[in-house]
């Protein structure tokens, strides 16, 4: 027959041990409260109170090398738990001490070793420490607890605040700002319980002198009359038994009450030890230390006074301070050095690198000029071309309603000398050229004026023919009748026609919550119930475009967004909206289109049956025409035709008016063939516009057949 197998126990590793923490501290508080009640034995007792000088060591060792009071956040508990621990070996002790005369050889070496056997003197120690940890620490830490306690609790609304500001500024995240605001009241509760904690410290000196008297009155009775001891011998057992178990409790007393000074003194956002801290704060300054040094050197040559450690110490402060110097020498020879490389590793990475990034950051909008056009921009050459382009910032406010991006601008060595070019989001939208030292003269009837001499071109912006001038004759030609501009106000116009044609792709998300941002300031009910309940930043952004695609002003925010918040509630579509925007905005969208000589609107309406008919061609959704292509070029030719006469025979350029259902499905169908005419609804004329029909367009419907 086989051997039976010997089956082995499992051992807890530490590791197995320390996952169940809270089954420990619930079978060591018990145990703590059972030792109150059941007595132990000496060796057990020993081991016990050996724990606790111990834990009192870790206590302090813990507390030097926390950073800042939150690590410890858990100090105040344990200082419950130690004081209660200390409190049950002084009943375990004193029950030993009164029912045997003996506490174990912890207690005794204590009053005999520590003591030198004289219990008088060991008496006069026992006080000492327990004035120094009742009167001067544990009252000293409990006053900065209290401090520091009322402090933080009335800096909380504070930092609540700055937190508050700073995720609004978007300086933070919410998850930073969660974490923070968790910090703010951890360190409210810790500083709140350890206002109250420092009060256990204060008890336990109390409850030790106490429990020392009980113990030498105790035991003088006992020992007398029940034990039969001489009274002397009596006197020198308990009273030395009594002692050495008053200063066993009290050492790992006085070490936890230094602790828990020492945590509440700690500054907060520290990243180094306190060893660190005060031997940089106090022992770095080579003044301080040559000074104390000399000083010390001094008195150690006065007679009388005991020379050796005065030398001494004078000597090591000043060798300390001439050490210190060149430390800080060399220190700062590397620093130096270690500058210098970065420097030189920095230029590196910015010829490679850094310009490589700057190659992938695309501009907002962006001026490319040639190397002759280079004295446009400088203002020491007289060169006002950027002082213009300030200018058209401002205009493009008022006219458009946003602030218009910084436009950069640079030269370009592969251009033409005399080229430029606009460009939006890195694309070349729009090119010219210009005489940097020329004047150009333009006149919208070049037959009508008397010929000058000069270089033949067209003006960049409007294609209108024009003629390169020199200075000198720019006086004749102002004279002859012409429109004489710089080559810096040619450039200007070109960008601001440019910028107004393109006003919807300019207008950026940040644009759009700036703007918002301006409507707060003055009326944040209104932002605050449409953004983002009814409508998010991204749909606003699109009705803002679709307005700007028609060079609607979009300055009157209020109106716009009062119309949005309204017939949001009905219908979120954006092509609905802007057209209930453009309503609202009717008086500006009207005077806009305005004669300035005598205030009429001159429209061009659609004939009854070419509306009927434009209006069968609508798609489902309403947005778009499906016309035939016959119909469409019939359509284009009359509108060409009415618009050239009545610009020919009356001067003004006319708005084409038909009815709201088709407005924004004609204004896409002509945009591309006539983007400056603008087109307008019934809808958006206004009681007080004076509206003047200087056309119409018929198509013959029969030839469709």
Same mark, same amino acid.
């Given at each position: 027959?086989?051997?039976?197998t010997?089956?082995?126990?499992?051992?807890?590793?530490?590791?197995?041990?320390?996952?169940h923490?809270?089954?420990?501290?619930?079978?060591?508080?018990?145990?703590?409260?059972?030792?109150?009640?059941?007595?132990?034995?000496?060796?057990?007792?020993?081991?016990?109170?050996?724990?606790?000088?111990?834990?009192?060591?870790?206590i302090?060792l813990?507390?030097?090398?926390?950073?800042?009071?939150?690590?410890?956040?858990?100090?105040?508990?344990?200082?419950?738990? #130690?004081?209660?621990?200390?409190?049950?070996?002084?009943?375990?002790?004193?029950?030993?001490?009164?029912?045997?005369?003996?506490?174990?050889?912890?207690?005794h070496?204590?009053?005999?070793?520590?003591?030198?056997?004289?219990?008088?003197?060991?008496?006069?120690?026992?006080?000492?420490?327990?004035?120094?940890?009742?009167?001067?620490?544990?009252?000293?830490?409990?006053?900065?607890?209290?401090?520091?306690?009322?402090?933080?609790?009335?800096?909380?609304?504070?930092?609540?605040?700055?937190?508050d500001?700073?995720?609004?500024?978007?300086?933070?995240?919410?998850?930073?700002?969660?974490?923070?605001?968790?910090?703010?009241?951890?360190?409210?509760?810790f500083?709140?319980?350890?206002?109250?904690?420092?009060?256990?410290?204060?008890?336990?000196?109390?409850?030790?002198?106490?429990?020392?008297?009980?113990?030498?009155?105790?035991?003088?009775?006992?020992?007398?009359?029940?034990?039969?001891?001489?009274?002397?011998?009596?006197?020198?057992?308990?009273?030395?038994?009594?002692?050495?178990?008053?200063?066993?409790?009290?050492?790992?007393?006085?070490?936890?009450?230094?602790?828990?000074?020492?945590?509440?003194?700690?500054?907060?956002?520290?990243?180094?030890?306190?060893?660190?801290?005060?031997?940089?704060?106090?022992?770095?300054?080579?003044?301080?230390?040559?000074?104390?040094?000399?000083?010390?050197?001094?008195?150690?040559?006065?007679?009388?006074?005991?020379?050796?450690?005065?030398?001494?110490?004078?000597?090591?402060?000043?060798?300390?301070?001439?050490?210190?110097?060149?430390?800080?020498?060399?220190?700062?020879?590397?620093?130096?050095?270690?500058?210098?490389?970065?420097?030189?590793?920095?230029?590196?990475?910015?010829?490679?690198?850094?310009?490589?990034?700057?190659?992938?950051?695309?501009?907002?909008?962006?001026?490319?000029?040639?190397?002759?056009?280079?004295?446009?921009?400088?203002?020491?050459?007289?060169?006002?071309?950027?002082e213009?382009?300030?200018?058209?910032?401002?205009?493009?406010?008022?006219?458009?309603?946003?602030?218009?991006?910084?436009?950069?601008?640079?030269?370009?060595?592969?251009?033409?000398?005399?080229?430029?070019?606009i460009?939006?989001?890195? !694309?070349?939208?729009?090119?010219?050229?210009?005489?940097?030292?020329?004047?150009?003269?333009?006149?919208?009837?070049?037959?009508?004026?008397?010929?000058?001499?000069?270089?033949?071109?067209?003006?960049?912006?409007?294609?209108?023919?024009?003629?390169?001038?020199?200075?000198?004759?720019?006086?004749?030609?102002?004279?002859?009748?012409?429109?004489?501009?710089?080559?810096?106000?040619?450039v200007?116009?070109?960008?601001?026609?440019?910028?107004?044609?393109?006003?919807?792709?300019?207008l950026?998300?940040?644009?759009?919550?700036?703007?918002?941002?301006?409507v707060?300031?003055?009326?944040?009910?209104?932002?605050g119930?449409? !953004?983002?309940?009814?409508?998010?930043?991204?749909?606003?952004?699109?009705?803002?475009?679709?307005?700007?695609?028609?060079?609607?002003?979009?300055?009157?925010?209020?109106?716009?967004?009062?119309?949005?918040?309204?017939?949001?509630r009905?219908?979120?579509?954006?092509?609905?909206?802007?057209e209930?925007?453009?309503?609202?905005?009717?008086?500006?969208?009207?005077?806009?289109?305005?004669?300035?000589?005598?205030?009429?609107?001159?429209?061009?309406?659609?004939?009854?049956?070419?509306?009927?008919?434009?209006?069968?061609?609508?798609?489902?959704?309403?947005?778009?025409?499906?016309?035939?292509p016959?119909?469409?070029?019939?359509?284009? #030719?009359?509108?060409?035709?009415?618009?050239?006469?009545?610009?020919?025979?009356?001067?003004?350029?006319?708005?084409?008016?038909?009815?709201?259902?088709?407005?924004?499905?004609?204004?896409?169908?002509?945009?591309?063939?006539?983007?400056?005419?603008?087109?307008l609804?019934?809808?958006?004329?206004?009681?007080?516009?004076?509206?003047?029909?200087?056309?119409? !367009?018929?198509?013959?419907?029969?030839?469709l057949?």
């Amino acid at each position: 027959m086989s051997a039976p197998t010997e089956k082995k126990i499992p051992m807890l590793s530490w590791q197995q041990l320390m996952k169940h923490n809270d089954v420990l501290l619930a079978v060591g508080i018990v145990l703590v409260v059972t030792m109150m009640l059941i007595p132990l034995p000496p060796f057990l007792l020993d081991v016990l109170l050996t724990m606790n000088i111990a834990l009192s060591v870790t206590i302090l060792l813990v507390t030097l090398y926390t950073r800042e009071p939150l690590q410890y956040s858990t100090f105040p508990t344990i200082l419950l738990f #130690a004081t209660l621990f200390r409190l049950g070996l002084n009943v375990s002790t004193t029950r030993l001490i009164l029912l045997y005369g003996d506490a174990g050889q912890v207690v005794h070496a204590f009053g005999n070793f520590v003591i030198g056997g004289n219990y008088v003197v060991g008496m006069l120690i026992f006080i000492i420490l327990v004035i120094i940890n009742f009167i001067v620490i544990t009252n000293g830490a409990g006053r900065v607890s209290e401090v520091a306690a009322r402090f933080t609790l009335d800096a909380m609304p504070g930092k609540q605040l700055s937190i508050d500001a700073d995720l609004n500024a978007g300086m933070i995240d919410e998850k930073t700002a969660k974490h923070r605001r968790q910090t703010i009241q951890r360190e409210a509760d810790f500083y709140g319980t350890m206002d109250g904690a420092s009060k256990f410290v204060k008890g336990d000196a109390i409850a030790a002198i106490i429990i020392t008297v009980i113990n030498v009155v105790g035991g003088l009775i006992i020992g007398v009359m029940q034990m039969g001891m001489p009274l002397a011998q009596a006197a020198a057992t308990f009273t030395t038994l009594s002692v050495g178990d008053g200063l066993v409790s009290q050492m790992p007393a006085l070490i936890i009450s230094a602790a828990t000074g020492i945590l509440v003194t700690r500054v907060n956002d520290s990243d180094q030890s306190l060893g660190d801290e005060i031997g940089g704060q106090m022992f770095q300054n080579p003044k301080v230390m040559a000074i104390m040094g000399s000083l010390m050197l001094v008195m150690g040559m006065v007679p009388g006074l005991p020379n050796l450690p005065f030398l001494t110490i004078g000597a090591l402060a000043v060798g300390g301070s001439f050490l210190l110097v060149k430390n800080k020498r060399e220190e700062t020879e590397m620093a130096l050095l270690e500058d210098k490389k970065a420097k030189a590793i920095q230029g590196k990475k910015k010829a490679t690198t850094e310009n490589v990034l700057e190659l992938l950051q695309v501009e907002m909008m962006e001026l490319e000029i040639g190397y002759r056009l280079v004295p446009l921009i400088e203002a020491d050459a007289g060169g006002d071309l950027l002082e213009r382009i300030s200018q058209i910032r401002r205009q493009m406010a008022l006219e458009l309603g946003f602030v218009l991006p910084s436009v950069r601008v640079r030269d370009n060595l592969q251009l033409a000398p005399n080229q430029y070019n606009i460009k939006l989001r890195g !694309v070349t939208i729009e090119t010219g050229e210009v005489v940097s030292d020329l004047w150009l003269a333009m006149s919208t009837d070049p037959d009508g004026v008397e010929p000058i001499d000069g270089i033949e071109t067209r003006e960049p912006a409007f294609g209108l023919p024009a003629l390169w001038i020199e200075a000198e004759e720019k006086e004749s030609a102002e004279l002859a009748g012409y429109t004489v501009v710089s080559a810096s106000a040619v450039v200007s116009t070109h960008l601001t026609e440019v910028i107004k044609k393109n006003a919807a792709d300019i207008l950026s998300r940040s644009d759009v919550q700036n703007l918002l941002n301006n409507v707060k300031k003055s009326n944040e009910s209104l932002v605050g119930d449409l !953004v983002p309940e009814m409508l998010n930043e991204a749909q606003i952004h699109l009705i803002l475009q679709n307005l700007l695609r028609e060079k609607v002003c979009i300055r009157d925010m209020v109106s716009i967004l009062e119309a949005l918040s309204y017939h949001a509630r009905v219908n979120k579509e954006t092509d609905y909206l802007t057209e209930q925007v453009r309503m609202a905005l009717s008086r500006s969208i009207c005077k806009q289109h305005q004669n300035p000589e005598n205030g009429e609107l001159p429209v061009i309406t659609l004939d009854p049956a070419v509306e009927e008919q434009v209006a069968q061609g609508l798609t489902q959704d309403g947005q778009m025409l499906a016309l035939g292509p016959v119909f469409t070029q019939k359509l284009f #030719a009359a509108l060409n035709e009415e618009i050239e006469r009545v610009i020919s025979t009356q001067g003004v350029q006319p708005v084409i008016l038909c009815n709201g259902r088709l407005r924004l499905p004609f204004r896409r169908l002509i945009e591309r063939m006539l983007p400056q005419i603008a087109v307008l609804s019934y809808n958006e004329i206004g009681p007080s516009v004076k509206a003047t029909a200087v056309g119409s !367009v018929r198509v013959d419907l029969a030839q469709l057949a």
